[in-house]
């Protein structure tokens, strides 16, 4: 019950973090003013979307697409790390299982995602 307790939190934590970190560098972008998109500053996620589904990139500026992605972010790390911590006592088989399962989360939870913003009218038409 601890276990669960502190990946509460962990989630808890890292969606802020992540979220505040989206906001500032969205913040920064819009300082300068610059019409196209800049990669500098665009979370690899959203770089990904726009490539894999043909998203319009002016479309995922908003703090609401920016939750969203925190909210990913955040759930893929605190299943991973609770998932890793259950396996065994072994460092080398947690490392082992937290790598392949980041993996298979991020492109999992991103592809439906992905699909979820086609639906919503995100994509080029």
């Given at each position: 019950m601890r276990r669960l307790i502190l990946c509460g939190v962990l989630f808890i934590v890292i969606f802020c973090l992540r979220f505040l970190a989206h906001i500032y560098l969205n913040n920064k972008k819009k300082s300068k003013k610059k019409k196209e998109l800049n990669e500098i500053g665009t979370p690899i996620e959203i770089l990904y979307l726009i490539k894999r589904f043909g998203l319009v990139p002016s479309k995922l500026?908003?703090?609401?697409?920016?939750?969203?992605i925190s909210l990913i972010d955040a759930f893929i790390l605190t299943t991973t790390i609770y998932v890793a911590s259950l396996v065994s006592d072994k460092i080398l088989l947690e490392i082992l299982v937290g790598t392949i399962l980041v993996f298979i989360l991020i492109f999992g939870i991103n592809e439906i995602f992905g699909n979820y913003l086609k639906r919503k009218g995100y994509d080029k038409k």
């Open positions: 500026k908003s703090k609401k697409i920016g939750a969203l």
